[in-house]
């Protein structure tokens, strides 16, 4: 190449620059004109992309399906403006639940799920009913034992009982071997003495000789003993009859082929049972408590024998002698929960485990409540076994309060049961509960005799008697009827008593106040105390059971607590008197004004004490009396307490100066004795006292005890004679003054007599006189 032909193509390249710069950008000359460049000719959108040219540029626009892509510089140029949209992700349900989503460039397709079949006309997935089907194309996908159910998007069989698919529920169905299952699980399906035998659907049990499962070939098989049922002999016609009839068929029980099933009839049985129960039940039938028991059990023991024989789960037989209600519970496992069963006249509250028990569980468990409607007069009697323990030994008299009523379980071991049955009767008639009226429950022993031992009543209302006990047998509701004589006679002999006290204190009053020859201080100590247990014992027989109204209960009960807390200040007198007299030999008498403000100041002051500090004690819904629930008692016994103490102080020492006095060198004997008269009847009228009030403390509590009762009323009646006859009969001159009292009422008959001693009044008088000199110790 030589040097001009480099210059051309020089020149030409010149050329075309300069022709180039010419046109503005997005421009090409073109034959020497500037038009508008075709930049999508070169692609500058990438793929995907559709590239428009505009004037002077180019725009890209993504199709549908494509979005524009983030980065547009410098992975545009190699992948383009516009990247594809994955609409699977972007929109999870785009297809719905029934189609899968498969991502393509630019779009997405839905494809069915397996078990759903495009439809050509709405486009969508639908079911497909897999039973439907192969029952066209007469498959048999789920086998002869299993049922085909369709389910959206699938299908699964459904095996009958006795069969299965293995958990694969897509499988057929096919027989299940129970007898190795349950042997691979070690469980004991028939029993120990019962061979399991696979059939196609289920098995049975072959039960050996002596034993079954009382015509159910599913359970295990249980000792069946037929012996039990060999009728005694020397039993009545009709109870015999029963026991046959339950030989017999325990007989064929136990010979059973198991393969035909429902030949056992327990419903059958039942009706046999209770017809023949209720011939037992006619008049004239029973004779004694033997009968009656021999009766009870062989029922019982019938009952469980036919009970598991039963099918239905619960069973209610009505006739007009009984009325029974059975439930009945046939699972592999020990049943659980509670049991409510119910007759006309009782309910049982029990749960299925007391009803099973604790032994071999059979397979199955029972429970039955039996009520027999006039049992009742066979039983109204045998009440000795109930004697009450109770201290207060009023022996009641007994009757019966409802129907007899049987329970009886599966449950072998009814002896003691690990938790109570409630046994809730309905009264015979209604009647509330009193102190003369107890509900008891009792069970009739196997020595035919009520019993109540393992039993008690838990609530009675009018109506109904709940009653919880730990064994089973046959109960009844028993009403205890405590004797009304004894409650009349305690408030008669109460009566009695205090009219006694009363007529004695008034005597001794009279006595006391009028009598001129026995004047004194100690005298006057005498009538007060006799005015204050006189008010006492006449306010206590009016007024301490008229417990209504309460404001007049209370007044009663402060009264009481104020003359009998007088009768121990006034003895308190007493024995400060004896001690002045003996002790410190004082030849004085005490100003009255003085001991009227003792003797009724001081319980004055503490009845207004206590009335102010717990008014509310005044009274209690059984006594007007001071209550013991609130302490007021002690507002009582604490003053009497004290009393007791020092009196007892100051007639230890009267005594000791007296033993002293008599041993000395010339005693005055006349004096000494009657101050120990006086000494004595004070030691006795305490103790009397204090002894009362003992008894007293356990007299007004809960329980009203008899005993307690009477010697308090006892110990209150002698109150007043014992005053009498120390103070007045045992005196010579009160005596004296009766005497001359009676004469002068008297003056027909001693009308010779008065005459006579008329004759010689001097005499009558220095008499007088002398024996008011005697007594003038006593006006010390
Ligand atoms: C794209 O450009 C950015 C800067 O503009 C650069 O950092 C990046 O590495 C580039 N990516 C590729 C793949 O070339
Ligand atoms: C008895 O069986 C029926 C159904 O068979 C059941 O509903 C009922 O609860 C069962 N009763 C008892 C007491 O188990
Ligand atoms: C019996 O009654 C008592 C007291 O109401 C209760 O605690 C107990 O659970 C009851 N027993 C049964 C078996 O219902
Ligand atoms: C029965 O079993 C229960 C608990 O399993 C136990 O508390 C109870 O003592 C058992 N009773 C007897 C009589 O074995
Ligand atoms: C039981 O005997 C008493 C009297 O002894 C009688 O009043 C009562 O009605 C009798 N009850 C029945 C159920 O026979
Ligand atoms: C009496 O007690 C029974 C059993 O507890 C109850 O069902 C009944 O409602 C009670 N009656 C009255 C009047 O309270």
Not at 218 to 226: A, I, N, R, V
Not at 465 to 476: N, P, R, Y
Request: glycine residues 8%; hydrophobic residues 35%; aromatic residues 10%.
């Amino acid at each position: 190449m030589g040097p001009g032909k480099g210059l051309l193509i020089l020149g030409l390249m010149c050329v075309l620059t300069k022709s180039d710069t010419r046109c503005p950008k997005g421009q090409v000359s073109k034959r020497g004109d500037c038009v508008d460049e075709d930049e999508c000719e070169y692609n500058p959108c990438g793929k995907h992309a559709e590239c428009v040219n505009t004037a002077g540029s180019y725009e890209c626009h993504c199709p549908s399906g494509f979005k524009k892509s983030e980065t547009t510089d410098n992975v545009t140029t190699v992948n383009g403006q516009c990247e594809d949209i994955n609409e699977c992700l972007e929109d999870r349900g785009i297809c719905g639940h029934t189609a899968v989503c498969a991502n393509r460039i630019g779009s997405y397709k839905c494809t069915c799920r397996s078990g759903y079949n495009d439809n050509k006309e709405s486009g969508q997935c639908v079911d497909v009913d897999e039973c439907e089907e192969a029952e066209i194309a007469q498959e048999d996908i789920c086998g002869m034992k299993g049922t085909c159910k369709n389910v959206e998007g699938s299908y699964w069989c459904k095996c009958q009982q006795g069969y299965t698919n293995y958990g694969n529920r897509k499988t057929p169905c096919s027989d299940v071997d129970e007898c190795e299952e349950a042997e691979i699980a070690q469980e004991d399906i028939c029993g120990m003495k019962g061979t399991c035998k696979n059939v196609e659907g289920g098995y049975w049990c072959k039960c050996q000789q002596g034993y079954t499962n009382y015509g159910n070939r599913k359970t295990p098989c249980s000792e069946l003993d037929c012996d039990k049922f060999i009728v005694p002999e020397q039993t009545l016609e009709g109870l015999a009859a029963i026991w046959s009839m339950m030989r017999n068929s325990c007989l064929s029980l136990s010979s059973i082929n198991p393969a035909d099933e429902g030949k056992a009839n327990g419903e059958v049985l039942l009706e046999k049972l209770f017809t023949a129960t209720e011939v037992m039940l006619s008049p004239g039938q029973l004779d004694n408590t033997e009968d009656v028991s021999e009766l009870l059990s062989t029922v019982e023991d019938s009952i469980r024998f036919v009970g598991p024989q039963l099918k239905d789960n619960s069973t209610r037989i009505e006739t007009s002698q009984t009325d029974i209600d059975i439930a009945l519970q046939r699972t592999k496992t020990r049943p659980t929960g509670p049991i409510h069963l119910t007759s006309e006249n009782a309910r049982l509250d029990t749960d299925w485990e007391t009803a099973s028990g604790n032994g071999t569980y059979p397979g199955f468990a029972m429970a039955a409540l039996l009520s027999y409607k006039n049992l009742g007069e066979y039983v109204n009697e045998s009440f000795e076994e109930l004697k009450t323990h109770e201290e207060d030994a009023v022996d009641p008299t007994f009757q019966i309060s409802s129907k007899v009523v049987s329970v009886v379980v599966s449950n072998p071991l009814t002896q003691k049961l690990s938790r109570d049955v409630n046994i809730t009767f309905r009264h015979l008639q209604d009647m509330e509960e009193s102190p003369e009226r107890k509900y008891i429950c009792a069970y009739w022993n196997e020595r035919g005799a009520w019993s109540k031992d393992g039993c008690h009543q838990q609530r009675s209302n009018a109506t109904h008697t709940v009653c919880q006990c730990k064994h089973l047998s046959s109960f009844a509701v028993l009403m205890a009827l405590y004797p009304m004589e004894h409650t009349f006679g305690l408030v008669l002999a109460t009566k009695i008593g205090l009219t006694i006290s009363l007529l004695c204190l008034i005597l001794c009053i009279l006595t006391f106040k009028f009598c001129h020859s026995i004047k004194g201080t100690r005298t006057t100590i005498h009538l007060h105390l006799c005015l204050c247990l006189f008010m006492a014992d006449l306010v206590f027989l009016a007024g301490i059971s008229q417990t209504k109204p309460v404001g007049g209960c209370r007044f009663v009960a402060a009264l009481l607590h104020y003359f009998f807390l007088g009768v121990f200040t006034w003895m308190l007198l007493e024995g400060v008197q004896l001690y002045r007299m003996v002790v410190l030999v004082f030849n004085a008498t005490i100003r009255p004004l003085y001991l009227f403000i003792a003797g009724y100041g001081m319980p004055l002051v503490i009845v207004i004490l206590s009335a102010i500090i717990r008014p509310e004690g005044y009274g209690t819904d059984q006594y007007c009396w001071l209550s013991w629930q609130n302490g007021l008692i002690w507002s009582f016994y604490g003053p009497v307490c004290f009393i007791i103490v020092v009196n007892v102080f100051f007639f230890i020492i009267t005594v000791w100066k007296l033993a002293q006095k008599f041993t000395s060198l010339n005693p005055d004997l006349s004096k000494l004795h009657k101050i120990k008269a006086f000494t004595v009847t004070a030691i006795a009228q305490m103790c009397i006292l204090g002894l009362m009030w003992v008894f007293g403390a356990f007299l007004f509590q809960k329980e009203t005890n008899f005993t307690v009762a009477y010697i308090f009323t006892i110990l209150n009646s002698l109150q007043g004679a014992l005053v009498f006859i120390m103070h007045c009969l045992l005196s010579k001159q009160v005596r004296e003054e009766y005497f001359h009292f009676l004469s002068c009422i008297c003056p027909p008959q001693k009308k010779r007599y008065s005459d006579l001693s008329s004759t010689n009044p001097s005499s009558s008088q220095s008499q007088g006189s002398r024996s008011g000199q005697n007594t003038g110790e006593s006006q010390i």
